[in-house]
């Protein structure tokens, strides 16, 4: 979406670590090493392009603005709350120039009014990131992002549909609702099922997907719009960082392990044939044995389809930072290992069972080794065999075996008029 606002203003796009004239680092502050990573970005982009011009946002920018004052070379530092206007506070293509010292364009606070985004965020992808929402209230022990992106609120609901039809109308034909709090969607009495039930009436869109969403948020009548809808992908990434009780509460979770799990029952007793992600951090403080094997015991049994496992860091400022300690950094890698390898066991396993059976699939630009790739609603990955380029067409295909960690498929038509191929299974 900056991309789109910079071209608006006469900006050449060029790919990442060519020469440039301009180069704005969209910071992140999740990472223990936002500054260092920013220091180390800045210098490499120097040493090929001595006067590019440097402006940094995100949530960085927000949260370590202090800091980002004193390392060299930026010229402007531009906080979350002005981040889409940061393309205004840039001179002409052909004016710019270093400065003696940065400019900073920051508030300590967030407006929580609901926000529109001028332009349109275009990818490479036959996919399209839509954002819908930003900022969170939940305020969990260990995370940095109410900080960094304030309060929740929503984009106004015509300004998402004004964005979805200029994708449609470039040929996207899957939209990725994202944001931070997705399931707290709320422009003027419209929530979440609203936005995607109107979202739907945009013909040239075939597929709405949930980007992640928070457990608390998932209701029960998105679970039964999912089930019914021809539209809205059967995949959800629910985050849920722990299966431990005790831990989810010093994280301020706000939902048990049980709870989570009926979650999960509910969802697949809707859709069998659901992909359900999770997200697990591991070495959070005071996580003993026996929470790690909750969490272990918790993730193995039930039917995830992946998990990202991610290691905790302090992040300075959080009520999570104050707490002890006690694992060192060689358990913590052996669980995060150990969680990692589960979660490609589920993967494989979650694959397998898909064999001989038929998915819709949009197909992506271009070939991986002479095949065709794309994903099915429930973001099954699926290659098939094919010589046309198929970007942005929908295919039925039926899943005969897995190849490389992807399901290999045929074209239906293909799978009758032969005899079964059966099983080609190679791991990746
Ligand atoms: S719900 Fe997500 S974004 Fe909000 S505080 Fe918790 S981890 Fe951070």
Request: net charge neutral.
């Amino acid at each position: 979406m900056l991309g789109d606002l910079l071209r608006r203003k006469g900006y050449r796009l060029v790919d990442y670590g060519q020469p440039t004239d301009l180069l704005v680092l969209n910071t992140c502050s999740v990472t223990e090493h936002a500054e260092k990573d920013c220091r180390y970005e800045i210098r490499k982009t120097l040493r090929h392009s001595p006067h590019a011009f440097v402006a940094v946002t995100g949530c960085y920018a927000q949260t370590g603005a202090a800091q980002l004052q004193s390392v060299p070379g930026i010229d402007l530092i531009v906080g979350t709350q002005y981040k889409m206007r940061l393309p205004d506070y840039l001179p002409a293509p052909d004016r710019l120039m270093k400065q003696p010292a940065p400019e900073l364009r920051h508030s300590r606070t967030i407006e929580r009014e609901d926000f529109v985004l001028p332009g349109t965020a275009y990818t490479d992808s036959t996919r399209a990131l839509l954002k819908i929402q930003d900022g969170c209230d939940v305020m969990c022990s260990f995370c940095l992002i109410p900080f960094a992106r304030g309060r929740e609120r929503s984009r106004v609901l015509d300004d998402v549909l004004r964005e979805a039809r200029e994708l449609a109308a470039h040929g996207y034909r899957e939209l990725v609702l994202t944001g931070v709090n997705i399931g707290r969607y709320d422009h003027q009495g419209a929530d979440l099922v609203d936005l995607i039930q109107a979202l739907e009436t945009i013909p040239a869109v075939t597929r709405i997907r949930i980007s992640s969403i928070e457990p608390t948020t998932v209701s029960q009548e998105l679970l039964e719009y999912m089930a019914a809808s021809p539209k809205l992908c059967r995949y959800l990434h629910v985050p849920l960082q722990s299966g431990d009780d005790r831990i989810l509460e010093a994280m301020n979770r706000r939902y048990t392990a049980r709870e989570y799990e009926a979650l999960m029952d509910r969802a697949f007793s809707l859709m069998p044939d659901l992909g359900f992600g999770t997200d697990l951090m591991v070495g959070f403080p005071g996580e003993d044995e026996r929470a790690f094997e909750h969490t272990t015991e918790f993730a193995s049994r039930l039917p995830f389809s992946y998990f990202h496992v991610f290691t905790y860091s302090p992040r300075p400022g959080t009520p999570a930072a104050r707490l002890e300690q006690s694992l060192g950094p060689a358990t913590i890698q052996a669980r995060r290992r150990l969680l990692t390898e589960l979660s490609h066991t589920k993967t494989m396993a979650f694959y397998e069972q898909h064999i001989g059976r038929t998915l819709s699939v949009l197909f992506e630009r271009g070939a991986r080794d002479g095949f065709r790739t794309g994903t099915a609603g429930n973001f099954l990955r699926v290659a098939v065999a094919a010589e046309q380029e198929m970007a942005g067409i929908v295919r039925d295909v039926t899943v005969a075996g897995i190849m490389d960690g992807l399901a290999y498929g045929i074209f239906p038509e293909a799978a009758r008029s032969s005899p079964r191929t059966d099983l080609l299974v190679t791991t990746s």
